[in-house]
T-cell receptor
Framework: EAGVAQSPRYKIIEKRQSVAFWCNPI?????LYWYQQILGQGPKLLIQ????????DSQLPKDRFSAERLKGVDSTLKIQPAKLEDSAVYLC?????????????FGEGSWLTVV | EDKVVQSPLSLVVHEGDTVTLNCSYE??????LLWYKQEKKAPTFLFML????IEKKSGRLSSILDKKELFSILNITATQTGDSAVYLC????????????FGTGTRLQVTL
């Protein structure tokens, strides 16, 4: 079974530039998550989709971050304009249902460095 | 606000030692507690615990949940260098805003 796919794996940009990350979840998984993991910290949920609807985006900095999940499958996360503190790994994850008991599967992550 | 606290933050042991990692949580509408292992890439799932006092075991790893005292432990016996990683604990809550909240992790280093 194919896992969660993410791209690009690594990205270096200057502050105030924009960047977009792409995620393809495990086939059949209705719920998709974007997490931000800053070095030395645990992952923090940015946004959660159920099919193509947003379930939770309470911790998404909406002035600069946006995310969409068209057709309930792939998702993109965009940062515009980027700040130095956005340097982190952006993890996409998916799960089978809305309330899976918590078992979610992570992609390899997209490592962002803002200089 | 949901909170998950792990201790110790980091740990260095010799191969063959037994280690215990701790996780405490304060989560509204708690449903389950999860452990993940992270080695320089995405976290990989280890255990999900929903009931108190029932130990889950996988090889040299085991974990148990205490829902009264709001904590969980992860034990690793006969540690190997391949166990070196960050171990993440996460608490899952249900409701209209179901969410998985992670702790900061325990960094384990196993030396020869």
């Amino acid at each position: 079974e194919a896992g969660v796919a993410q791209s690009p794996r690594y990205k270096i940009i200057e502050k105030r530039q924009s960047v977009a990350f792409w995620c393809n979840p495990i086939s059949g998984h209705a719920t998709l998550y974007w997490y931000q993991q800053i070095l030395g910290q645990g992952p923090k949920l940015l946004i959660q989709f159920q099919n193509n609807g947003v379930v939770d985006d309470s911790q998404l900095p909406k002035d600069r971050f946006s995310a969409e999940r068209l057709k309930g499958v792939d998702s993109t996360l965009k940062i515009q304009p980027a700040k130095l503190e956005d340097s982190a790994v952006y993890l996409c994850a998916s799960s089978l249902g809305y309330s899976p008991g918590g078992t979610i599967y992570f992609g390899e992550g997209s490592w962002l460095t803002v200089v | 606000e949901d909170k998950v606290v792990q201790s110790p933050l980091s740990l260095v042991v010799h191969e063959g030692d037994t280690v215990t990692l701790n996780c405490s949580y304060e989560v509204t509408n708690f449903r389950s507690l999860l452990w993940y292992k992270q080695e320089k890439k995405a976290p990989t799932f280890l255990f999900m615990l929903t009931s108190s006092g029932i130990e889950k075991k996988s090889g040299r790893l085991s974990s148990i949940l205490d829902k009264k005292e709001l904590f969980s432990i992860l034990n690793i016996t006969a540690t190997q260098t391949g166990d070196s990683a960050v171990y993440l604990c996460a608490a899952y809550r249900t409701g209209t805003a179901s969410k998985l909240t992670f702790g900061t992790g325990t960094r384990l280093q196993v030396t020869l």
